[in-house]
């Protein structure tokens, strides 16, 4: 974190590499490279599958594997050397107080392995999350699934994108026709607003998936809704807006408007509904 508190200082010759960098960020050759280094994260993650019960609790009592410690790494390196003026904020980093956040009108946001609980508990639904916040907002988002090798990201205002299997495909929402098909996390059962609110759903059934994987399957059709009610970082939702976005779908808060990133103290995302 020095460095980026170091850059700060020099605000002129910054700003100015700034505009260029996110300029440059906004074309098929920083996309083809962060596919790249997600694909090699991914790889890193695969190793520790077999030893993923190997974890420890942070002090916000959600664990951390050796998996998360090697990705953050890896991916915070990477970016360093593309972008390297510009700030990484990672659900690994050390503690950025806001008075350093606050000045950022652009930066990483990235969770090097969304999904730690299902990464332990085996299951396939994990990713890792990028996207490029610029203004509050995520202008760049990318998803990996490592198990999956499967991609989906969308770039500035272009459409949504999925990539497996070496083919490209453009992914957009469904409307529900009959039934609702409703995605919650893994480990919701015990939420209470969760439960209060889909008493006052009718007509739907209810799937339950892991990590920002869900905004990618409301994004490519699968699901249609996506409530969620317990505690979220910014770091889990940034890349997954931007994509569901892309693809014709949209997240609110409970008051019905759009997510905003760096804009608080902490770093927790408010109750929000993804809608396709």
Excluded at 22 to 45: D, F, R
Excluded at 99 to 105: F, H, K, L, M
Excluded at 195 to 219: D, M, R, V
């Amino acid at each position: 974190m020095k460095k980026i508190i170091l850059l700060q200082i020099e605000t002129d010759k910054k700003n100015n590499y700034d505009s260029q960098c996110y300029n440059g960020l906004m074309n098929s050759s920083i996309l083809s490279k962060l596919i790249k280094m997600t694909i090699q994260a991914g790889e890193i993650i695969m190793k520790f599958r077999e030893n993923s019960f190997d974890y420890a609790i942070k002090d916000d009592n959600t664990p951390i594997t050796h998996a998360d410690k090697a990705s953050h790494e890896f991916l915070v390196n990477t970016l360093e050397e593309l972008t390297p003026n510009i700030p990484i904020l990672s659900e690994e980093s050390s503690h950025i107080p806001f008075s350093v956040r606050q000045s950022w009108s652009e930066y990483w946001l990235i969770d090097p392995l969304d999904g730690t609980r299902d990464f332990i508990d085996g299951s396939p639904d994990f990713c890792i999350s990028i996207a490029f916040i610029k203004d509050n907002y995520p202008t760049l988002g990318l998803i990996y699934s490592p198990f999956n090798k499967v991609h989906y990201y969308r770039l500035g205002n272009d459409p949504s994108i999925k990539v497996a299997n070496k083919k490209t495909y453009k992914i957009i929402t469904s409307k529900p026709k009959r039934w609702e098909k409703i995605v919650v996390g893994r480990y919701s059962n015990d939420n209470k607003g969760l439960k209060e609110h889909l008493k006052l759903k009718t007509n739907f059934e209810t799937f339950k998936l892991g990590s920002a994987l869900k905004f990618c399957l409301i994004a490519e059709g699968i699901y249609h809704y996506y409530p969620k009610f317990g505690r979220c970082s910014e770091w889990d939702t940034a890349a997954g807006v931007s994509i569901l976005e892309g693809a014709g779908g949209r997240v609110v808060d409970l008051e019905n408007k759009a997510l905003k990133y760096n804009s608080n103290k902490d770093i927790i995302s408010p109750a929000f509904r993804a809608l396709a």
